[in-house]
């Protein structure tokens, strides 16, 4: 049973534009959501993250919104570059559990066209 | 600079040959983890580490072994590799302690078991 999702597997933009990615999960427990970005032959990279007690994280060209009554997450990009082309992978946690165990989905790639 | 360090980058061998996966952080982190990526997947937990000598099954321990003698490291180890560990393999370390802290991972290991 998938907890976290990612229903897009790709996203085309074009330079300049937003990019929106979303993430839905199933898990109640979770609280912490991150977003982590991937280039090919690197592991992922920390990109943002938010915790259940807020609706909005910003840094930069990034955001990420949290509606937890829907149980969705969503990443903005603005504007977005060529060099934000990589695979984004949404996760999630139970800050209070045992092991800080990330649930990752199972990614989008997302290509921004010059 | 801060960075999570896994070795060997690559590798083929065969079936039942052990082998060691080594990772090493030089953040000082006490939470340390292994996850294994597979197409369709997404990245699922093997073993994680809370600090030294305490270490617990993640989602998919079977055929896997772990150990944390000193802070810094945190090999995997497969003592009789079989073709369906074949996968790209992440290590991650965390800040442990503080609340909602990423992870950060490593480049991967790409094994290849025949």
């Known amino acids: 049973d998938q907890q976290v999702k990612q229903n897009s597997p790709s996203l085309s933009v074009q330079e300049g534009r937003i990019s929106i990615l979303n993430c839905d999960y199933t898990?109640?427990?979770?609280?912490?959501f991150l977003w982590y970005k991937k280039y090919p032959a690197e592991g992922p990279t920390f990109l943002i993250s938010?915790?259940?007690?807020?609706d909005k994280n910003e840094d930069g060209r990034f955001t990420v919104f949290l509606n937890k009554s829907a149980k969705h997450l969503s990443l903005h990009i603005v504007p977005s570059q060529p060099g934000d082309s990589a695979v984004y992978f949404c996760?999630?946690?139970?800050?209070?559990?045992?092991?800080?165990?990330?649930?990752f989905g199972k990614g989008t790639l997302l290509t921004v066209n010059p | 600079e801060a960075q999570v360090t896994q070795n060997p980058r690559y590798l083929i061998t065969v079936t039942g040959k052990k082998l060691t996966v080594t990772c090493s952080q030089n953040?000082?982190?006490?939470?340390m983890s292994w996850y294994r990526q597979d197409p369709g997947l997404g990245l699922r937990q093997i073993y994680y580490?809370?600090?030294?000598?305490?270490?617990d099954k993640g989602d998919v321990p079977e055929g896997y072994k772990v150990s944390r003698k000193e802070k810094r490291n945190f090999p995997l180890i497969l003592e009789s590799p079989s073709p369906n560990q074949t996968s790209l393999y992440f290590c991650?370390?965390?800040?442990?302690?503080?609340?909602?802290?990423?992870?950060?991972f490593g480049d991967g290991t790409r094994l290849s078991i025949l």
């Open positions: 996760a999630a946690s139970e800050s209070g559990g045992s092991n800080y165990k990330l649930t």
């Open positions: 898990n109640s427990m979770f609280d912490y």
């Open positions: 938010i915790s259940s007690i807020k």
């Open positions: 953040m000082n982190h006490e939470y």
């Open positions: 580490s809370m600090n030294v000598e305490v270490t």
């Open positions: 991650a370390s965390m800040r442990w302690g503080q609340l909602n802290q990423p992870q950060h």
